[in-house]
């Protein structure tokens, strides 16, 4: 923690506390409240975390103002354009750009655990075919704690790298198994001669019956997906990791609950709500009815893939996946494509509209990548399991480092209670 350079002052019924402040490398400064309740008796209230700091971090730092996103310092655009999936991973499990040998050795450790053990193929058998890809990858992740015991204590440094390779390099395995089960095909096995994106896309895509060569252009925009999606502080399935890691809950079952998270419309599942509303739209003329509906206040319909709770301003992420949408779609010549068509409108209309510019609301990195993901030939129901995929890294970091915080407490939020005072047990002949 920086050293406490100023403090806040605070009046209740006449009487002062100081509460000191803390300056970051970046962002707002914080004021500490850690010991308000014992100094003042009083919480402090803010639901959903609008205003509050649940820990410090030194991975990602995003100014909303800007529209600006570092993975340890370096900004998403230039990663984006510079690096590949495997090296962000490096970047954000170890906080510096691997040496040659480093990536070499990294990316050997990943290939060689992609594949999970035989007896787990089991387990997809329990559920029905029409089963979302995400309930499947949930029970799964989770199950995975049931196979791999040798890296579950998390007090053991080498037993969390180990789970942190093993999670990074499954994933994709479990979401093309997840998939194949859904539409009645055979599993792939992964491939050691692949890199991570080709790997994911030829168990997802390749069939027994045929050779399956994958096309770079493709590899090449699946690899940009996994790395836009790879961490963003602390949003709310990230913060879930945190949340359950802090109990001692091993590294397996937390990643599930993160899966579980990012799986609602308001978070992960924002991609899929965001192209079955696109395509809803369907034609450019019918924009205008959708824009009325999200700025109706007594409509629940919103736009999908617009607003951000910290982005006010444009989501880099979405710059650069309407770039490649442009790029892959043209490449694979469906640059016609009637719902890039229609989201770009949207864009524009939406954008020229002052209800969204006075509450600052951008197209954020849903609004884009399911365009993308559904010209690459997956159905919507595969969109937030490969966002899943992405973030793994993400709440691996984030856990790594909370877990190796010497400071690091169990999470237990107080409450506001509003609920009734005591009173005695009525007996039901008396009530
Ligand atoms: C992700 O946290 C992260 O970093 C998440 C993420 C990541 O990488 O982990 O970036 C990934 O989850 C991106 C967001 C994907 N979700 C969507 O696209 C769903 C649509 N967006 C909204 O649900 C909303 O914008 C949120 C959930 C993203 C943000 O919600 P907030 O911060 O709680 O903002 P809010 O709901 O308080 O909205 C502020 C105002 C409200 O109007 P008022 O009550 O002030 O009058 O803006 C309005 C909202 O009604 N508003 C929208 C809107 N989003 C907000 N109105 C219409 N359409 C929208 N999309």
Not at 132 to 155: E, Q, R
Not at 206 to 215: G, I, K, L, Q, W
């Amino acid at each position: 923690m920086s050293e406490v350079k100023r403090v806040a002052k605070l009046e209740i019924d006449g009487k002062t506390y100081e509460l000191p402040m803390h300056s970051p490398t970046a962002g707002p400064d914080v004021i500490d409240i850690r010991k308000l309740y014992a100094d003042a008796g009083v919480f402090t209230y803010d639901p959903g975390y609008t205003s509050t700091a649940s820990c410090d971090s030194t991975i990602t730092f995003i100014d909303g103002d800007k529209g600006e996103l570092l993975h340890r310092g370096y900004p998403i655009d230039q990663l984006a354009e510079k690096s590949h999936y495997l090296e962000v991973c490096y970047l954000l499990l170890y906080g510096e750009l691997p040496s040659p040998a480093q990536l070499e050795d990294f990316e050997s450790r990943v290939t060689n655990h992609t594949m999970i053990h035989e007896q787990m193929h089991f387990l997809f058998r329990g559920f029905r075919r029409d089963a979302h890809p995400m309930a499947i990858m949930v029970g799964v992740v989770g199950a995975l704690s049931a196979f791999y015991h040798d890296s579950t204590d998390i007090a053991d440094p080498w037993q969390r790298e180990v789970a942190s390779i093993r999670l990074i390099a499954k994933m994709p395995t479990i979401a093309a198994m997840a998939f194949k089960y859904t539409i009645g095909q055979p599993f792939e096995y992964p491939r050691n001669d692949l890199d991570y994106a080709s790997n994911f896309l030829r168990m997802c895509f390749a069939v027994p019956a045929e050779n399956y060569v994958v096309n770079p252009i493709l590899s090449r925009a699946m690899d940009r997906i996994f790395t836009l999606h790879a961490d963003h502080e602390q949003n709310a399935s990230t913060s879930t990791v945190r949340l359950a890691s802090s109990s001692g809950a091993n590294p397996f079952a937390c990643v599930a609950a993160g899966i579980a998270c990012l799986w609602g419309p308001a978070h992960g599942g924002a991609n899929q709500a965001c192209l079955e509303m696109l395509q809803e739209i369907g034609t450019p003329d019918r924009i205008p009815e959708y824009i009325a509906r999200a700025k109706d206040k007594d409509d629940p319909f919103r736009l999908m893939g617009f607003g951000h709770r910290v982005y006010k301003n444009f989501d880099p992420r979405a710059k650069v996946m309407k770039q490649s949408a442009d790029e892959v779609l043209e490449l694979l010549g469906v640059e016609n494509n009637p719902t890039l068509q229609v989201a770009k409108e949207l864009e524009r209309q939406a954008l020229a509209d002052p209800y969204f510019a006075e509450k600052k609301l951008f197209p954020n990195v849903d609004f884009y990548s399911g365009i993308i993901l559904e010209a690459m030939g997956f159905p919507t129901s595969m969109f937030t399991p490969i966002f899943a995929v992405s973030r793994t890294i993400g709440w691996i970091s984030q856990w790594k480092e909370m877990i190796a915080d010497p400071q690091l407490k169990i999470g237990r939020p107080r409450q506001l209670y509003k609920g009734a005072t005591l009173r005695d047990y009525v007996d039901i002949e008396k009530r």
